[in-house]
């Protein structure tokens, strides 16, 4: 209670420090294509005072007495005086590719993952030259050259994947597509493959708690999909996927400009991944069989003050794991079969109201309905989810210094689920029906100090129909002592409602028993953060070092428990402590031309108080969760771009298992350390581009992921004890499309 009323208390007294106006001139950087300019430099005539562009190209650059010209520079680019005037509307310079001679081709390669110098939050933006480093088939896929998150198989029979951020599970990760939430709840354990990569423009990670504006749900952190814009997409673009494993897939969008005001965009997808392996000769599929059709249309319209936006979406999906028919001969095969259906439609109105002082109102829709229909060898287990959100902003610069985000928010979610089981040879059904809907109002306060010190400030009160009224506050706090040195710390409240059976069916694909309990509390976590950013002139060039730490403390806690019992997995609420530190240090440099080696180090601290069944808690390891991880990421392009080069190795530290059965142990207490290798070869043509690669280059496995597999039906059956990569080398080819809008 006492750190709630710091939090307020703060809050109010920032809200209330009026600061006089500076004549700060603020704006953006684009190129010919209206995509931002990232790094472009800023500054004013005569002077040695500017600043630089972040990732969405916008700067902010202090007044420097009676100048008025403001040079902006970017390598390739034709340098441009811009005159300011006395008006405070945002300017927009359009820098324009240098004309080449006819035997000279300038080219500068572009960034592949970038940190925003400006921004308040430490985020991290993927941009889709980093995706296109690797075999980007999903967003699943799309974080192997990423040290900060990691993505796992949760099991090794339905291939359920879950990111793990921070040492903690992707249900503590807030998943965004285009800033409103998604792929909650039933779609959490596969959505990460309902995300096609050829679609993505890029991914933003925010680790921490975010901006209150998203919600409250930010435990861990963020990860926000932004697809292709009709307005800057390509006229066409085209992705043909195919591996030695069998998996082929094609992606194809296309844009049309019907008019200066009106755009609309048409994605398509098809993937079919449906020849059976079995390569540790267990009986079970390696990877389970996929085929997926995935659509999407969506429209961009824009006026003066303006700007609306429309999608809907629609995705089948059929998966099937279990035991390889193929290759073996089953009487009575034990099988996993999935069957989705999944509808999404998404609206984004907003209305500038004073361009001057960056004035304006949005209004945000989306709503959602999954289907899932599954069958776990003899049970079934069918859940239908259906979402709606909403949320209305407001947000008004008062001046440069102040500036203030205002809004409301709904968000529904309706579940039905149905889980039947086999009691003496008769189906006895559970229904798990239940929804919730919250409500809620959001103020954000902004101070920013010519970019110098930023200070953001976020109250947010909400209301459940589950569990009543809560309050989250969050601030985050950057400095910059030196241009070279900069200094973000963060603090925060999250919380989240546990959907156990919906994000845990996977479960079901083992012989465990499944105990839930009553009353399960509302999930509720401090996060805390620090943040260190060198930037080192070193060789002519600049040295990239990051150092973090953070740390997530849960008051409140849903425990998923695989300790107490070797044949059973119970949740409850935390009787105790659980908590997860977090430490990681990267670096990047560029040390010749094309060339860029980032090294990476994480160590993660993550533990919890377990309560066995007489009541005794042992504060333990979370289980499966690697205690460190190393990434070395090479990348080397041609100076005309001709041929790109990207190798990745992942070094993956040892951890802990769940406790084994004591009388009858079938996995070991501890799982060692392991190494993964990527590669990839692409080159590039005009308008095409042709790649090769391998995962998992040296073709190492974990031997048995599924536990007693000869006998699937029996009580030590269990595919949940993965740590490690479940299949083997993939080599896999491709060629990229796109007739660009030049």
Known sequence: MLKHIYFIILFFLISFCAIAAENDVKGRVLDENSQPIIGANVYWEGTQQGTTSDMDGHFVLPKKGKVENLVVSYIGYTTVVVPVKGSKDELHVVLKGEVALDEVVVSERKMGTIASRVSVLQTQKITYDELCRAACCNLAESFETNPSVDVSYADAATGARQIKLLGLSGTYVQMLTENYPNFRGAASLYGLDYVPGPWMESIQVSKGTSSVKNGYEALAGQINVEFKKPPTADIFSGNLFVSDAGRYEGNADASWHVNDKLSTGLFVHYSNDKMQHDGNDDGFLDTPLKEQVNVMNRWFHKLDNYVAQYGVRYLHEDRTGGQATKHHDFVDPYQVKLNTNRAELFTKQAYIIDKEKVESVALILSGSYHEQKSRYDRTPYNVYQKNVYASLLYEKEFTPKHSLSAGLSLNYDGFDENL???????????????????????????????????????????????????????????????????????????????????????????????????????????????????????????????????????????????????????????????????????????????????????????????????????????PLVSDFKGLLTASYQTPLKKWQFDVTGQFNGGGRMPMPDKVNPLWKPDFNAYTVVNAQVTKYFRRWSIYIGAENLFNYKQKNPIIDAENPRGENFDGSMVWGPVHGRKLYAGVRFNISRD
């Open 420 to 622: 039947g089981q086999p009691v003496n040879n008769v189906m006895e059904h559970s229904f798990y029906d239940r929804s919730e809907t919250v409500t809620g109002a959001y103020a954000q306060y902004t101070y920013n100090l010519n970019d110098k010190l930023i200070l953001l400030a976020g109250l947010r009160a909400d209301y459940s129909t589950l569990y009543d009224f809560f309050v989250t506050p969050r601030i985050h706090i950057k400095y910059n002592p030196f241009v070279w040195f900069h200094i973000r710390a963060s603090a925060g409240k999250g919380f989240r409602t546990a959907n156990v059976l919906a994000e845990n069916n996977f479960l079901l694909a083992s012989s465990r028993k499944i105990d839930i309990a009553d009353h399960l509390d509302q999930e509720e976590a401090w996060n805390t953060g620090l943040n260190l950013f060198f930037y080192i002139p070193l060789f002519g060039k600049e040295l990239t070092l990051n150092g973090e730490w953070y740390y997530t403390d849960f008051l409140k806690q849903v425990v998923v428990d695989m300790d107490s019992d070797p044949h059973a997995v119970s949740f409850y609420n935390l009787d105790g402590r659980s908590y997860s530190n977090s430490f990681q240090v990267e670096a990047t440099y560029p040390f010749f031309r094309g060339f860029t080696l980032t090294a990476a180090y994480r160590y993660t601290d993550a533990k919890t108080d377990y309560k066995d069944v007489e009541g005794k808690i042992t504060r333990l390891k979370k």
